[in-house]
């Protein structure tokens, strides 16, 4: 297996708030954004994998600022550390206003996925190639969030 570069599986995913998302105050429901962060996290590790994968941990997830009915939302999302079967991804959430062009940084989560084989199992992956510093910087973050889930 070839190892893959961060910039190979980057994920970017912008879907427009309607108001089946909200609640009556005009808020999109955190649910309906942890959802798309998970999707978005997902295809990340899948398109690093070459496998499907499931979701192992979430670290805990900070709303900034409230997203809006009518707010186009849009989740990055990039490899941060790769291991034997399991990969982190760090998904950012951004909510423009498309009308003024206001765009705020709602909120950051980090997630784990196992990659699995088809009987189901936890499978090997690819290693991830750092290239760059902010990249090692990253991963040596990503290291001290992994030994803080072990801990827990």
């Known amino acids: 297996m070839e190892n893959k570069r961060v910039a190979d599986s980057l994920v970017t995913l912008s879907q427009l708030m309607q108001p089946q998302h909200a609640n009556p105050m005009g808020h999109i429901h955190g649910g309906v954004i942890m959802k798309l962060v998970d999707e978005a996290g997902a295809l990340c590790a899948m398109r690093h994998a070459q496998r499907q994968v499931v979701t192992a ?24 550390w790769v291991g034997q079967t399991s990969l982190e991804v760090e998904v950012c959430v951004t909510a423009e206003n498309p009308l003024t062009d206001e765009c705020t940084h709602t909120s950051t989560a980090y997630l784990v996925y196992v990659a699995l084989d088809e009987a189901g199992r936890p499978t090997h992956v690819r290693s991830l190639l750092i290239e760059t510093e902010d990249e090692r910087r990253r991963w040596r973050e990503a290291e001290v969030r992994r030994q803080r889930r072990r801990q827990d």
């Open 57 to 80: 941990a979430i670290d805990s997830m900070t709303f900034h600022s409230p997203v809006h009915v009518g707010d186009l939302v849009t989740f990055n999302a990039s490899l941060t």
